[in-house]
């Protein structure tokens, strides 16, 4: 499998012929983090390796995630803190990029361990952080909770309340209605954007039909592919297969994805909940494995869950037109280049799934001004600005067009928020 930093370095030295000569020198700016932060956290007797990347703050503060998981790797993180840079700079909230993870299985660990092990990577991490230094927040086995040890930690190091340090927190503490759903959300939004600006696309005909008529794969039913399933659905699209890590099912007349979910709570994963109108019927669909989904003859394929499952080995099969990554880093570069040949539209990662940090930020914002939105209030932040970073992606995209370059969206996004830092590069740091 490629190294993760590797393939995020291929896609964005991609773009370095579409700079101007005066820009294209600050590229290798991006090509490495400012600053890194490692250190090994001691907890009951075991040792766990624990790192932070700072990779940009030209825009502002470093922003970016903490995971917890048996299987991080230092290339992973490092390319997930090159993103944020890009997808906050895309979004065009003032955020840098910084990503943090630990090497652990938390499922091993009992509540009082986990809580331990929060509390002493911000004491790794705490001269490095701060609300206009470096605002972590949760990812993959991180949640509210973990927030609020960590964000408590913090406070008792530097003497005095500061919510705004870390974001995903629980509302009781300083967190924002409209968290929970905004990443998911964030991507209907995409996706609808999407197939609004293609309706009259040479050779997209095909997608210009109802919403119920549009068929949608998810890859992951977690927080992110359950929140995307649910609301496209309730706006009348048709999700017909989800999966988790142990597989998926597939359900042609379209699945219920709230009776999934509780479905998948009882039982602990969503093989064999073929659920349609809140009844889960066996014989309704029929169960698929990860490998198999991301096959379907679909018109939206939306991967939720994990880095390079698209890759050269698979994309040649992958039939869907359209695909909204909703994970991070789910396409490998050589299968970006196999499905661009075929026409396959990608609506990029570091745009698709903004509206989590989207809404971290207008957390942030509440933290720092005191004064707290309704979710409505908030939902109706989160809109404009994903249209405007939409916006900003599709118009470089034609405009890049019209000169005859060979581009795809994702070419167009990363150039948009490259150009967005080196600008402020220059400025900053000529």
């Not at 331990?116 to 004491?123: H, P, T, V």
């Not at 709230?258 to 169960?287: F, I, M, N, S, W």
């Not at 698209?310 to 050589?334: F, L, S, W």
Request: aromatic share 8%; proline share 5%; hydrophobic share 35%.
């Amino acid at each position: 499998m490629m190294d993760p930093f590797k393939n995020a370095l291929a896609f964005l030295n991609e773009i370095k012929s579409d700079l101007s000569k005066e820009n294209q020198p600050y590229l290798a700016r991006l090509q490495k983090p400012q600053n890194i932060v490692k250190g090994i956290l001691k907890v009951n007797g075991k040792q766990y390796q624990a790192f932070r990347f700072q990779h940009n703050n030209a825009l502002g503060p470093y922003k970016g995630g903490i995971r917890f998981h048996q299987g991080v790797t230092e290339s992973e993180v490092k390319a997930l803190s090159l993103w944020m840079s890009l997808k906050c700079s895309i979004a065009g909230i003032p955020y840098g990029g910084g990503k943090g993870g630990i090497i652990v299985d938390p499922k091993k660990l009992s509540k009082k361990e986990l809580e331990e092990l929060s509390r002493a990577y911000i004491r790794l991490i705490a001269k490095h952080i701060g609300v206009n230094k470096d605002v972590p927040a949760p990812d993959v086995n991180t949640n509210g909770q973990i927030m609020a040890w960590m964000v408590d930690e913090y406070e008792k190091i530097i003497g005095h309340h500061e919510p705004g340090v870390i974001t995903g927190k629980p509302l009781e503490i300083g967190g924002s209605q409209g968290r929970d759903k905004a990443t998911g959300y964030g991507g209907v939004m995409a996706m609808k954007f999407l197939l609004e600006k293609i309706k009259g696309l040479k050779g997209k005909s095909a997608l210009n039909k109802p919403p119920s008529q549009i068929t949608i794969a998810i890859q992951g039913f977690g927080n992110v592919g359950y929140f995307f399933a649910k609301i496209a659905s309730d706006e009348g699209y048709r999700v017909v297969a989800v999966s988790d890590s142990k597989g998926g099912i597939h359900v042609e007349e379209g699945l219920d994805p709230v009776a999934t979910l509780e479905c998948k709570r009882k039982q602990g994963h969503v093989a064999g909940c073929y659920c349609v109108g809140g009844v889960c019927d066996l014989r309704k669909g029929h169960p698929i494995t990860n490998e198999q989904l991301l096959e379907l003859d679909v018109d939206i394929l939306v991967p939720s869950a994990l880095e390079n499952v698209i890759n050269n080995k698979n994309a040649a099969r992958i039939k869907a037109p359209i695909i909204i990554e909703m994970a991070n880093g789910p396409t490998t570069k050589e299968a970006d280049d196999i499905l661009s040949k075929k026409g396959t539209m990608i609506v990029p990662d570091i745009f698709a799934n903004s509206g989590g940090v989207t809404v971290s930020y207008l957390e942030w914002v509440q933290n720092r001004m005191g004064y707290y939105w309704t979710e409505q209030e908030v939902d109706g932040k989160l809109q404009p600005i994903m249209e405007q970073a939409f916006a900003r992606m599709w118009y470089k995209y034609v405009e890049l067009e019209k000169k005859n370059k060979k581009t795809t969206l994702r070419g167009a996004a990363y150039l948009v928020a490259v150009e967005r830092i080196i600008e402020a590069e220059k400025i900053r740091r000529p």
